[in-house]
C-alpha cells in the first residue's frame, strides 16, 4: 500500500523542484540569470527518491543538471538564485552559477560542468569515512554519458579493491546532449559493474518517487554495510540539453519519445495536488527569487577574490 505522507513529501519536493525550473524559463529571456542552465525537468523524482532514501549526514556529488539534488538535498533557494543571478549574497559569490552548485552544510558537496569530474571525488570521501570508521556514505550522481569516461571505470576499480562505501548513481534519460545511448555504448551498465563484482539495479520506473526512493534505501543498505554499488535509473529529459527551449525541431528525437513518460509523470497525472500545493511553492519562489533581485551585483573587488 502507498504511504501517502511519504508520497505528500515527495511531491511537493519534486514540484517545487519543477516550478523553480518552471520559473527559470520563464525569467530567462529577461538575461537576468547570468548563466547556462541545464533542466532536469522530467528528472525530479529522481532526486527526491534518493535524497529521501539517504541519511541526512550522507554526502552528494553532482552534475551541472543539479538543481533537483540541491533543493532535495536542502539547500537554500534564495542563495541558489543569487547564484543564477551572478549576485554576492550567491552561494558561491555569483561565481559558480547553476553547473556549479554546493551546499556543503546539507551534504551537497560538489557538482561540475566536467562531465564525469565528481565520480572519484565521491569514492575518495567514501574512502575517507571507511578509514575513520564512520558508517555514513557518498553517493556519486551522474548521467549515461558519464560512464563512457576513463574515470567511471577507474573509479569501479579502486572502489571495488578498497571496498569503499561509496553508491553509484546514475541517471540514464538515454541521452548524451543529442546523442542516443546504444550509438554509444557497446556495455551494459549493470553487466559491466559485475565485472568489478559490484552489485547493481536497474530501476526502470524512473518517475515514480516512492520507487526511487525504496531502491535507494536498499542500495544504501548495502553500501553502508561496505560494498559499493551501482543504481541505475531509467529517466526522461523533456527540454534540450542546454538551455530553456526544447528541442524536437532538431530531429534527434520526437516529442512522442517523452510521451509514454510523461503519462506516468505523477507531477502532470496527479494534476489537483500539483494545484493545491502550487500557490505556496510559487510563494516560496516568489521570496528567492526577490532576494536575488535585491543582491548587490559584485564589483571589481568581489571578482577577484576566491579565484586561486
Ligand atoms: C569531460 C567532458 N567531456 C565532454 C563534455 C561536453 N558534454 C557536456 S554534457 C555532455 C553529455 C553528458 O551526458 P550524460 O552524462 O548522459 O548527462 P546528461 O546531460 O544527459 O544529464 C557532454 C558530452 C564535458 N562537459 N566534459
Ligand atoms: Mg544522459
Redesign the pocket.
Known amino acids: 500500500m502507498k504511504d501517502e505522507a511519504t508520497y505528500r513529501r515527495l511531491f511537493r519536493t519534486a514540484l517545487l523542484i519543477r516550478l523553480v525550473e518552471e520559473r527559470i524559463i520563464a525569467l530567462y529571456p529577461s538575461d537576468r540569470i547570468q548563466s547556462p542552465v541545464?533542466l532536469?525537468i522530467g528528472?525530479e523524482a529522481v532526486a527526491v527518491g534518493v535524497c529521501d532514501g539517504l541519511r541526512p549526514d550522507d554526502l552528494v556529488f553532482a552534475?551541472?543538471?543539479s538543481h533537483g539534488f540541491y533543493i532535495a538535498k536542502g539547500g537554500r533557494l534564495d542563495a541558489m538564485f543569487a547564484e543564477l543571478y551572478g549576485r554576492t549574497d550567491g552561494i558561491s559569490g555569483g561565481k559558480a552559477g547553476s553547473m556549479h552548485l554546493t551546499a556543503p552544510q546539507v551534504g551537497l558537496m560538489g557538482s561540475s560542468?566536467?562531465?564525469?569530474?565528481t565520480i572519484p571525488h565521491a569514492v575518495g570521501a567514501a574512502l575517507s569515512f571507511k578509514r575513520r570508521g564512520s558508517d555514513r556514505i557518498a553517493v556519486t550522481v551522474?548521467?549515461?554519458?558519464?560512464?563512457?569516461?576513463g574515470v567511471y571505470h577507474e573509479s569501479l576499480n579502486f572502489a571495488a579493491l578498497m571496498e569503499v562505501p561509496v553508491l553509484f548513481l546514475c541517471?540514464?534519460?538515454?541521452?548524451?546532449?543529442h546523442?542516443h545511448?546504444p550509438v554509444r555504448q557497446a556495455y551494459r551498465l549493470a553487466e559491466h559493474a559485475a565485472a568489478f563484482g559490484i552489485g547493481s539495479r536497474r530501476l526502470e520506473e524512473g518517475w515514480d518517487m516512492l520507487a526511487v526512493r525504496e531502491a535507494t534505501l536498499q542500495a544504501a543498505a548495502k553500501v553502508r554495510a561496505g560494498a559499493p554499488f551501482v543504481l541505475e535509473i531509467a529517466t526522461s529529459?523533456y527540454k534540450e540539453?542546454?538551455g530553456v527551449g526544447e528541442d524536437f525541431h532538431f530531429g534527434y528525437r520526437t516529442s512522442a519519445s517523452v510521451d509514454a513518460f510523461k503519462r506516468r509523470d505523477p507531477l502532470i497525472v496527479d494534476a489537483a495536488l500539483a494545484k493545491a500545493l502550487e500557490p505556496e511553492l510559487e510563494r516560496e519562489i516568489d521570496a528567492a527569487v526577490a532576494f536575488a533581485e535585491a543582491s548587490p551585483a559584485p564589483g571589481r573587488p568581489e571578482l577577484l577574490t576566491d579565484i586561486i
Open positions: 541545464h532536469s528528472q552534475t551541472y543538471r560542468a566536467v562531465v564525469a569530474s551522474f548521467g549515461d554519458g558519464a560512464t563512457e569516461e541517471e540514464d534519460n538515454g541521452l548524451a546532449v546523442s545511448r529529459r540539453h542546454v
